[in-house]
């Protein structure tokens, strides 16, 4: 009998609960669906909130790009006035450029002293007074500004071949720990010339009241190169913004070092047409030896006659001309 009673209990519990369930099933299969819905749209909120903060890093990053182009917009524009107003191209800013102490004075005082020189000299061999003169007056104007701008252009070949190995130096002090003012001091005592001058001008004009980014900047004073100009770029952006300084002038060394690459491989590319330049342009002087070698008298009439005279100054414009073409097209700016 007990057990009885017990199976009609179990039978009545088991019962029960099938109705329950039965009844409570959509409705819990409903609720199963709202979770699911809820952590899908959570999940969506999420991503959302994902997407939109990347959307922000992003657009943060474009803002900041674009400060950063117009600040270097803004730096090109005065460091471009500025270097109008220091590299004149006078005669004065050449003699600085040179690294010489030569004063205007005893530059002027040279190319009249040349020039009289060059006149006595070709009066004695016996040419013609006005001959004279004009060689006198080129050699006095002409001649004296060559050197100078010979001189200039071996200092700034040198300046360029050590300014790189300067940037790696200052690359390694900065990350020893060193300030960049250090940094700048061990250049200008360490380093080799022509850099070393120039950073001691740097270091000197710091101490005369002027802040990093200027006194590199005033560089352009006696080295106007693009080089330098960009190191000055970099200093004044680091000075404004902030930001890896040992990083920056890392970058900076190994984009002159690929433009020196470069400069190279266009020089190896054009030496065939600046061969053909000089052969095309040596050419006339070559065949009028020739001839007068060999038939004086032929060639005699041009040097002799007034058309003659009038045939050499038209050959002469003529060649002038094609010589400044093919220097214009073998000559590329880096």
């Known amino acids: 009998m007990n057990i009885f009673v017990f199976a009609i209990v179990a039978l009545v519990a088991i019962s029960a609960a099938g109705l329950c369930y039965g009844l409570l099933f959509s409705r819990m299969e409903t609720e199963k669906k709202i979770d699911t819905r809820l952590s899908r749209v959570k999940s969506a909120e999420t991503d959302l909130a994902k997407m939109k903060a990347a959307r922000d890093r992003v657009q943060e990053l474009s803002k900041r790009r674009k400060s950063v182009q117009d600040s270097l917009k803004d730096l090109e524009k005065k460091q471009q006035e500025k270097n109008r107003k220091m590299g004149d191209g006078s005669i004065k800013s050449k003699l600085n450029q040179t690294g010489l102490s030569i004063t205007l004075a005893k530059f002027y005082i040279f190319s009249v002293l040349f020039g009289v020189f060059v006149f006595l000299v070709t009066l004695i061999a016996g040419l013609p007074l006005l001959a004279s003169i004009g060689a006198a007056f080129v050699s006095a104007l002409g001649l004296p500004r060559w050197v100078i701008g010979f ?161 050499l100054l038209f050959s002469g414009i003529w060649m002038s001309i094609g010589i400044f073409v093919m220097r214009n097209m073998i000559n590329f700016d880096i």
């Open 151 to 311: 001189l200039v252009g071996r200092r700034q070949k040198k300046f360029l071949e050590e300014f790189p190995n300067a940037l790696d130096v200052m690359v390694r002090s900065i990350k020893s720990g060193l300030p960049l003012n250090d940094a700048l001091r061990l250049i200008a005592s360490d380093g080799q010339e022509p850099v070393k001058s120039e950073f001691r001008r740097v270091i000197e004009a710091q101490q005369v009241g002027l802040s990093i980014p200027e006194a590199c900047a005033r560089m352009m004073l006696t080295m106007p190169l693009p080089e330098v100009n960009f190191f000055a770029i970099v200093i004044t952006i680091q000075s404004q913004a902030g930001g890896n300084l040992s990083e920056a002038i890392g970058n900076l060394s190994k984009v002159l070092r690929d433009r020196k690459k470069m400069k190279a491989k266009v020089q190896a590319l054009s030496m065939e047409a600046k061969a053909s330049a000089c052969i095309i342009g040596a050419l006339p002087f070559i065949v009028s030896l020739l001839v007068y070698l060999t038939s004086p008298g032929y060639i005699n009439i041009l040097f002799t006659d007034p058309r003659g005279h009038l045939i």
